[in-house]
């Protein structure tokens, strides 16, 4: 069983940041919306907190389909957000694909939305190091500045104003929450949940993400091979029109199996060659 306090923490932090919230946009809060079961359980306390919002699910054309007809059964109140250029677009148009280091990716796809209001986010310390080191109340693009929401409520109508036009403020409620909370108050709430994770998958959300480990990206390499070969012709444009990766000379496929690897490039390919010395 989730501990009682952890719950009434999150929905005690929900109710002190309505205010706020309400101030910048009278939908009152942004709730970052996946369909993953983080966001759920986001969904849930913002009800039984009792606060305003509005759900968003910013659409990457990565999406799983099983993850899509999930969110439109379950979620049919949450709005679904079309980007102006898919994936494979944007692969061409930045001229490389997405990595850990550089995920633009998300930045376009994901990370533009709710602007200028208070946003919900479904994020957890125990997910990475990088995520145990986030504040639960900052401002967007002001990395490691963490606030009180105190200070927030005092400041005046101009400088909430300022704030509104420039930046958003992201409140993460479960940032404490570990992976057995968060299965337990599913659970404990009857939720249905997306059937993607009985089939192995540990996180969800976009097909080949660069934090995904490599079982998922192998999942789905076999159930959905349309999307690979989708991937593949925009890497083929790259070769052919930005020399994309010519210092290993490598095929379109040479190129997405170490995309899948989570290995670095020049250490991938070095034994790559080597092997193909061998024989």
Known sequence: MIPTQKIEYSIALLKKAEPLALKMDERGFHLAFSGGKDSQVLYELAKMAGVKFHAEMQVTTLDPPELMKFVRNNY???KMNLPEMNFYKLIREKGM?????TRYCCAYLKEQAGRGSVRLIGIRAAESVRRSKRPEVEIAGRKGDGYML?????????EHQCISGMDSIIISPILRWSDADVWNFIRGKGLEYCSLYDKGHHRIGCMFCPMSNRKSKALYRKDYPGVEREIKKSIQWLIDNKDFMKDHNATADEVFDWWCSNQGAAQYFGRLR??????
């Not at 694909?97 to 280091?101: H, I, N, S, V």
């Not at 105190?150 to 101009?158: A, K, L, W, Y």
């Not at 080597?274 to 024989?279: A, D, E, G, S, T």
Request: hydrophobic share 30%; proline share 9%.
């Open 97 to 101: 694909l997405p990595l850990k280091q």
């Open 76 to 78: 049919p109140d949450v």
């Open 274 to 279: 080597n092997q193909m010395k061998m024989f």
């Open 150 to 158: 105190d200070q927030f409520n005092r400041t005046s109508e101009q």
